[in-house]
T-cell receptor, first 118, second 109 residues
Framework: EAEVAQSPRYKITEKSQAVAFWCDPI?????LYWYRQILGQGPELLVQ????????DSQLPKDRFSAERLKGVDSTLKIQPAELGDSAMYLC????????????????FGPGTRLTVL | GDSVTQMEGPVTLSEEAFLTINCTYT??????LFWYVQYPGEGLQLLLK?????DKGSNKGFEATYRKETTSFHLEKGSVQVSDSAVYFC????????FGPGTRLSVLP
């Protein structure tokens, strides 16, 4: 069964350092999402890609976060510099382009990257 | 904009008890509705879904019915097990994908 891959699974870093997370969506899924999930809360959308284009990055802290999906397949999320408040689970998800209704389709999630900033 | 409201947790039940987790939504148009489950330290997994009014999604003994008239999609299970302990997220797919805040379920033996 096809799955969304993420790496690393765990990352510990010191504040002010740079970190990067990688995601490989299910083959054929044009839409890719990055979420941040703080412990005890629901996922918060950071950025959404349609192929290689950013569709929504309104909640991405652009002073320190960046995301790219250069070839419209895998994606990288970077934080530079990391801050203590960035400690969270970073989830990647993918979906087919649209549902029949024209809205966003069902999302498939990767296992996440647990980031701890010391 | 679209939104999802879930009953607050945590919910603690004894094994074999009946489970209901309430979910209501606000959306324009006719969204698809989902329940996702998250086990400790893992990503979210789709539990069930419904794409139109009166559809019933079901999986692993869990059920939820898309009620347009009450804008609800309550999750139910007749007899919970310890292994069902997890966080449950209601979500909708309209123009955007929106998650509820999650409800933590703990099932005690």
């Amino acid at each position: 069964e096809a799955e969304v891959a993420q790496s690393p699974r765990y990352k510990i870093t010191e504040k002010s350092q740079a970190v990067a997370f990688w995601c490989d969506p299910i083959s054929g899924h044009a839409t890719l999402y990055w979420y941040r999930q703080i412990l005890g809360q629901g996922p918060e959308l950071l950025v959404q890609f349609q192929d290689e284009s950013v569709v929504d990055d309104s909640q991405l802290p652009k002073d320190r976060f960046s995301a790219e999906r250069l070839k419209g397949v895998d994606s990288t999320l970077k934080i530079q510099p990391a801050e203590l408040g960035d400690s969270a689970m970073y989830l990647c998800a993918s979906s087919l382009i649209v549902a029949a209704s024209g809205g966003a389709g069902e999302q498939f999630f990767g296992p996440g990257t647990r980031l701890t900033v010391l | 904009g679209d939104s999802v409201t879930q009953m607050e947790g945590p919910v603690t039940l004894s094994e074999e008890a009946f489970l209901t987790i309430n979910c209501t939504y606000t959306a324009t148009g006719y969204p698809s509705l989902f329940w996702y489950v998250q086990y400790p330290g893992e990503g979210l997994q789709l539990l069930l879904k419904a794409t139109k009014a009166d559809d019933k999604g079901s999986n692993k003994g869990f059920e939820a019915t898309y009620r347009k008239e009450t804008t609800s999609f309550h999750l139910e299970k007749g007899s919970v097990q310890v292994s069902d302990s997890a966080v449950y997220f209601c979500a909708l797919s309209g123009q955007n994908f929106v998650f509820g805040p999650g409800t933590r379920l703990s099932v005690l033996p």
